[in-house]
């Protein structure tokens, strides 16, 4: 598999919305050197400053790393229609554990809202470097059980457990149980 080239990807879609470096930046609230040296491949953005620079842009995550992903405007969906983000997950990540993988429903872009089922295997966690990006979101824990820290409150979610907060809070999910938990989420706008 041929390796993802950020710097060119940023600098196609940054040429495309009509931006120069210093506006993306300035959109962006990043340094303007920045841009630069993300897109002549100096330096590997976190996935923090991505996410800010690609709300400088309007685009996703998904959209960035996918794009020639297939738009549709199905209203019903079977299991082997939803959109895998496993790998764009993995991709956002600081320093995961165990297996977690993201199956989206339909076109997230087009109805600003992301649709999510998620499934953890037993001791999979997203990572001790706390997840945080501009939307809302919330889930409804389907089986199993999982743990969720958002800011300073952390609770053990059980099959019909639900959660609801700002995902500007810092947050992290890990499967504690020993047996894999399925969660169902929605976040807006979407993220990944």
Request: a negative charge; proline letters at 5%; aromatic letters at 6%.
């Amino acid at each position: 598999m041929q390796d993802f080239d950020v710097g060119a990807r940023l600098k196609q879609m940054r040429q495309a919305a009509n931006l120069s470096q210093r506006q993306l930046a300035e959109a962006s609230d990043v340094p303007h050197g920045q841009i630069s040296m993300i897109e002549t491949n100096r330096s590997s953005p976190s996935v923090s400053s991505l996410r800010k620079i690609l709300g400088g842009l309007g685009v996703t995550m998904s959209e960035f790393f996918e794009p020639d992903a297939p738009v549709t405007q199905a209203l019903f969906f079977k299991p082997h229609e939803l959109r895998d983000l496993t790998t764009r997950l993995y991709s956002t990540l600081e320093g995961p554990r165990g297996r977690i993988t993201l199956q989206q429903v339909g076109d997230a872009r087009a109805h600003n809202l992301q649709i999510l089922y998620e499934r953890y295997e037993p001791g999979a966690d997203t990572g001790e470097q706390m997840l945080e990006h501009a939307s809302h979101e919330g889930g409804v824990v389907v089986a199993g059980e999982i743990e969720v820290t958002a800011g300073e409150h952390c609770a053990v979610l059980k099959a019909g457990d639900s959660y609801l907060f700002d995902s500007t809070l810092p947050h992290r999910f890990r499967n504690i149980g020993d047996r894999e938990a399925l969660v169902v989420s929605a976040c807006t706008p979407p993220y990944l």
